[in-house]
Structure formats: structure tokens, C-alpha cells
């Protein structure tokens, strides 16, 4: 049986160039409208739970969960929209640009404001002993969320511009990586975490001070140029082994199931990979550095 290939299907055959049909370039821009409708979502979502639990409408914290599932949903659209295009052979200058405009959205407001009205506005900052250390710590909150969206923008912006970038921390050459943590997994991190915690709103200050220092942290991850690993050398429709369709059966039960830790444990997980090999190959070259020469004295 001849393999599928839609890239086939899709050409013009008019065109004597081969080019794909026009409707086809439609195919990936419908993803990534999709990704810019579920960011918009959760935006609106994020003011909603704001505003019912200020007001102490019951069942408030649902807004959080909507936002964070919604900013969940948009990172698995996201990584289709290119895969797609690069399958039908429709990959345009005008669909990458929408895919990043979009991403700024999805990844980097939609996760700030929820990142912010959840973690962020009902805590109560009076309690502690220095009324100005509270004041200060309020006014750090609004710098570290927007901190996040600027890193993620920046993160976008040398995304497009770079042509076969190298990591400070090159890996095997038969892989493909990433230059610093990408935005769809810095928002995954912080869909993942609200939506673990059930999503009650933080009410404690020093809660909201480790938050901020994880959202702080995503941010110099997405700008800084470690290692991550991209997995776009990952073929939707290359042949699958039996241990590969077990694995993936088992992946989808414990994900229907135990979506909680599961989508948690993801997101820590790579999110904490490109530090640990940065940490690894810190380490690795201290322990292979060679020995410094005796000095020889003279006379």
C-alpha cells in the first residue's frame, strides 16, 4: 500500500510550480485562530474569577480552572498549527507572524493575568510586621508578571529572527533543540500549577512570594540560552512499534484519570530538563578541566 501523503494531495495541479492549493493554506491559520480564541478565553476567564471571588460568588475559583484549561489546550494546538503547515508544505511568512502574535497572547498575557489574579490579588499583604515591606513586595508582584510577558515577547522575537541557532550547551547533532525554554512551555508551567492546586486563589504572602519566584525564574529561562529539547523531529505519521502505542495508551489513561499530577509533573519535568543539563554540563566540565601546571620556581 503506497504511503499517505498529504502534501500530495494538497498541490495544485494547475500550478507549475507545484504549489499547494490555496484553501490549503487555510488548514494551519484555522489552528492558530484557534490558539488566539483559547488565550482570549482565558483572559477573560482570569477576570471573571477576579471579579466573583472579590464578590464572593460561590464556585469563583472555576474561572481559574477554565483559564488555566484553556491555556493548557492552546499549547497542544500551538504545537500543531507548524506541524501541519510543514506537512502540507503551506508554511508562509504571513502564518509565522500570526502564530507569534498569537503565541504573545496565549502564552503571554492569557498566563500573566491568570498568573496574577490567581497568585496575586487576594493575598493580603497587611499582615505583615513592615506595613512597607508589603507595600514593596505588592509593587515587586506587577514587575515579575510583566517581567514574564517581556521575556516571552523577547523569547518570540529571537525565535524569528535566528537562523539555525546553537544553545550555549549544544547537544547530539542528530537532535533538534531549542535556544532557551519556549513560551508554550513556560505557560504550560503555569497552567499546569494552578490547575494542580485546584485552583483556589493564594491567600498567604509568603505563597505568593515562591510564586513569583517561579514565574520569575520562567522568565530568565526563556530568554537565556540553555538547551531545551524540541521534539519536531517527532513524525505524526511514521509507523508506530508495539512499546510506542502501549506507552501512549498508558499516557492517555493516567492523563484522563490523574490529569492533576500528571500535567504538573510534564511541565516540572521540562521545564527543569534545560536546567539540569546546563547544571550537568557545568559540572562535567569542571571534572574534565585539565589540571593547572606546577609553577617552577627559579633560582
Same mark, same amino acid.
Given at each position: 500500500?503506497?504511503?499517505?501523503?498529504?502534501?500530495?494531495?494538497?498541490?495544485d495541479?494547475?500550478?507549475?510550480?507545484?504549489?499547494p492549493?490555496?484553501?490549503?493554506?487555510?488548514?494551519?491559520?484555522?489552528?492558530?485562530?484557534?490558539?488566539?480564541?483559547l488565550?482570549?478565553?482565558?483572559?477573560m476567564?482570569?477576570?471573571?474569577?477576579?471579579?466573583?471571588?472579590?464578590?464572593?460568588?460561590?464556585?469563583?475559583?472555576?474561572?481559574?480552572?477554565?483559564?488555566?484549561?484553556y491555556i493548557?489546550?492552546?499549547?497542544?494546538?500551538d504545537g500543531?498549527?507548524g506541524?501541519?503547515a510543514?506537512?502540507?508544505?503551506?508554511?508562509?511568512?504571513?502564518?509565522r507572524?500570526?502564530?507569534?502574535l498569537?503565541?504573545?497572547?496565549?502564552f503571554?498575557?492569557?498566563?500573566?493575568?491568570?498568573?496574577?489574579?490567581?497568585?496575586?490579588q487576594?493575598?493580603?499583604?497587611? !499582615?505583615?510586621a513592615? =506595613?512597607n515591606?508589603?507595600v514593596?513586595?505588592? $509593587?515587586?508582584?506587577? *514587575?515579575?508578571? #510583566?517581567?514574564? /510577558?517581556l521575556?516571552?515577547?523577547?523569547?518570540?522575537?529571537?525565535?524569528?529572527?535566528?537562523v539555525?541557532?546553537?544553545?550555549?550547551?549544544?547537544?547530539r547533532?542528530d537532535r533538534?533543540?531549542?535556544?532557551?525554554?519556549?513560551i508554550?512551555?513556560?505557560?504550560?508551567?503555569?497552567?499546569?500549577?494552578?490547575?494542580?492546586?485546584?485552583?483556589?486563589?493564594?491567600r498567604?504572602w509568603?505563597?505568593?512570594?515562591?510564586?513569583?519566584?517561579? !514565574?520569575?525564574?520562567l =522568565?530568565?529561562?526563556?530568554?537565556?540560552?540553555? $538547551?531545551?529539547?524540541? *521534539?519536531?523531529? #517527532?513524525?505524526? /505519521?511514521?509507523?508506530?512499534?508495539f512499546?510506542?502505542?502501549?506507552?501512549?495508551?498508558s499516557?492517555?489513561?493516567?492523563?484522563?484519570?490523574?490529569s492533576?499530577?500528571?500535567l504538573?509533573?510534564?511541565?516540572?519535568?521540562?521545564?527543569?530538563?534545560?536546567?539540569?543539563?546546563?547544571?550537568?554540563?557545568?559540572?562535567?566540565?569542571?571534572?574534565?578541566?585539565?589540571?593547572?601546571?606546577?609553577?617552577t620556581?627559579?633560582?
Amino acid at each position: 500500500m503506497p504511503r499517505f501523503n498529504i502534501a500530495e494531495r494538497l498541490i495544485d495541479p494547475n500550478s507549475p510550480d507545484r504549489r499547494p492549493r490555496r484553501a490549503a493554506y487555510a488548514l494551519p491559520t484555522l489552528f492558530t485562530a484557534g490558539n488566539l480564541l483559547l488565550g482570549f478565553l482565558a483572559i477573560m476567564e482570569s477576570f471573571r474569577g477576579a471579579m466573583d471571588f472579590a464578590t464572593h460568588v460561590p464556585e469563583a475559583w472555576r474561572h481559574f480552572e477554565l483559564a488555566a484549561i484553556y491555556i493548557g489546550i492552546s499549547v497542544f494546538v500551538d504545537g500543531l498549527d507548524g506541524r501541519i503547515a510543514r506537512m502540507t508544505n503551506t508554511v508562509s511568512d504571513f502564518g509565522r507572524e500570526l502564530d507569534s502574535l498569537a503565541d504573545v497572547i496565549s502564552f503571554g498575557i492569557a498566563p500573566g493575568v491568570l498568573a496574577f489574579a490567581w497568585g496575586v490579588q487576594f493575598v493580603d499583604w497587611s !499582615i505583615l510586621a513592615d =506595613a512597607n515591606v508589603g507595600v514593596q513586595l505588592q $509593587r515587586a508582584t506587577y *514587575f515579575v508578571t #510583566f517581567l514574564f /510577558l517581556l521575556c516571552g515577547a523577547s523569547r518570540l522575537a529571537r525565535f524569528n529572527i535566528s537562523v539555525n541557532p546553537i544553545p550555549k550547551n549544544p547537544g547530539r547533532p542528530d537532535r533538534k533543540y531549542f535556544v532557551g525554554l519556549p513560551i508554550p512551555a513556560a505557560a504550560g508551567m503555569v497552567a499546569s500549577v494552578v490547575y494542580a492546586l485546584d485552583s483556589q486563589p493564594l491567600r498567604q504572602w509568603y505563597a505568593a512570594v515562591i510564586w513569583m519566584a517561579l !514565574i520569575g525564574l520562567l =522568565a530568565f529561562l526563556m530568554v537565556c540560552t540553555w $538547551r531545551y529539547r524540541s *521534539f519536531k523531529d #517527532f513524525n505524526l /505519521l511514521s509507523p508506530r512499534s508495539f512499546k510506542s502505542v502501549i506507552t501512549l495508551g498508558s499516557f492517555i489513561y493516567l492523563l484522563f484519570n490523574f490529569s492533576q499530577p500528571v500535567l504538573l509533573a510534564m511541565a516540572t519535568t521540562y521545564v527543569a530538563s534545560g536546567i539540569l543539563v546546563r547544571i550537568g554540563g557545568l559540572l562535567g566540565r569542571k571534572t574534565n578541566s585539565p589540571a593547572p601546571k606546577p609553577e617552577t620556581q627559579v633560582g
